[in-house]
């Protein structure tokens, strides 16, 4: 074999790596953890002197935010607000130091609906305690948005409280991290194939999902050379790869809005 | 290896691996009545018999949901055509334990890739390109509802596949006669396809219908003479009794009902009342039901409670409603063949969404696109064939569309579809 061909072999090996490394470890993915499967849901509605508090241990090292989902009991439209602190121990005893706080509108907010909060800037996290609080503090008694909380108490790291008790369940909620492509695919193979027959081995569920890659790639080369074999318009083909992309860019559009919690 | 058969294989790997990935992600129980279907299954795999309605009580609805509650009857799925739960026992028996749902599931996507090469073969005699026929046969077997029948154990899998069966024996009956041997696979497909669901009845007496006038035809035309043709119609007759006709006439012995759904409803309607009776009218007009059956007729998982967003039920409904157009606006383009499908396909659909909404009115609201599925590879020649009447897509002479582009491109987007509903909906919402 020629050098230049050894040459040219060898910059694309190192190439592949190289990328593959970046790919594996530098590139970071948002990771949200559904720690609430199913739940019979119980509605507190928030107004000016009650509020929620839910308790929550992060178990990775960056967050990025969280997910919740609301009950809307009727449509008046006020402002809620979503304060996220620190349990800190002091001389005085344990406080709550006030970090992020979001605000938002019932009126943008539908039954059901999973709804992303953002932390603005991430917040980097070392097993520490942290505390959400919901509260409407300019409604009255016709509040119309709940938290929905969970009948009975599933998430064990963190108690849940209201105003003036002790709730039995938890406040539904998805932590949002930040984890690198690795991580990501390790928790949910470790998640799909915890308890399953045949399959509960993450490393024999990895062999799956990958011969279902190679197919489902395999279908469209195929599809590819036969149309490459036969004569066929280059517009068209255009035209295919646009309606494409226009359909996963609708697909992929995010409806619901976002909202951020801004660092206090 | 030519394309077809490159195609098939292909395919069939994918609704394999695809399946097996679906089957695998979905917990054991999360999607409709499943527990109930495996029960039956199990139960036959452990006692080697099929089980008495009523007497073999520890199985079905009232064991899980009212604890402590005996009833006379249990609105187990011991009443329901045994078929797929005797296909499901056969490969339950190849493990133990909890690898058990698995291999049911496993036999459910058996029964997927099976439904593929029939859809192709029906395929043949409904469009003459391959890349339409690819399409037609894509659409009718990984649509998001459809793979995710073939992920777990249900009586609705079975039931697709002998859909596709009935229907291409519906084409083939209507281009030409059948011989003696056609027509003793006529008897064991209707006879078998009775032992599915009752919602197939529709399409079975269609089959049988079209069968009769064949015959008649082809004795008028003096192509087979009045002795062939009883005896074929005898020997279609016969072989469909002695393979369907025994699980009804054991219902008669033993329940003095042909089809035991005056039991199962009664001890049904024990464990859940059923107060809001709406007529048919009231249905249509009050409720969702319309839009809940087109929506599951795509694509709803879990217990019918996870839904995509209505936009894509919306654009399903926009690309249906366009095809539905360009059929009935290109009419005169299509050949008697092509019409009489296209007649077929409208009647069983009106015919099964009747029976659904009478099932809604009399028995349990239950708006569910599966009960339909008898008509869903007429409903998929819908689409296809309305889409080919505006192919090629010119403007200005230019070529936008042909049939190869628009084929493709159907494929590629119902492959991702598949993938949509994977990593949005059934991935997130368990782990």
Redesign the interface.
Known sequence: MKQKNILKIMAGLILFFLGGFLFLKVVKVPLTENLFIHYGINAYPLYQDFEIKQGFVPNRSKLLGFRFAFKKTNTNEHPVKIELSRETETQSGRINLPLYLATFSTKDIETGENYNFWLSPPLSTNKEKFWLRFFAPVSTESASLSPIVSRVNNYLEGETYSSVRVLDGDVIFQPIYETDVPHFISYYLNKIAFGKPFFNNKFFLLGLFAGWLVIFLGVQLFLMLTLLKSTFNLKAAFLLIFTLILLGVILGYQSQPQFIFTKL | MN?ER??LI??S??IF??G??WA??VPYNEAPDEYTHFDVANFMEQNRRLPVFGQDENMGVSKFEIPGVTLKYNASYSAMPPLAYLWQATFISL?K???A??LARFADIILGIASSWVAFKLSKSLFKSFSLRAAFTVVGVITPQVLFSFSYVNSDAILLLFSFVLWYWLVRLWTKTVNIYEALGLGLSLGLATLTRYNVAPLVILVVVAFLITILKSFVKRQISLKKGLFIILATFFTSVITGGWWYLRNLVLYHDLSVTQQFWQTYHQIYPFNDHLNSWQILTRTDWLWRNWQSIWGVFGWNSILM?D??YK?LLGFGALAIIFLLVLWVNLNYQEKTVVFFSGLLLLSLVILSLWQSQTYAFQPQGRYLFPAWPGLVYLLVKGWQQVLPLKINH?????K??FS??L???W??FD??VLINFL?????
């Open positions: 394309s490159l195609f292909l395919l790997i994918y691996l695809t097996l990935v695998v992600v493990g334990g909890n690898k749902y698995l967003p936009l894509i654009i230019l070529k936008l569309l042909n190869k582009i493709f491109g494929i590629i987007i492959l991702y993938l949509y991935i997130p919402t368990y782990y």
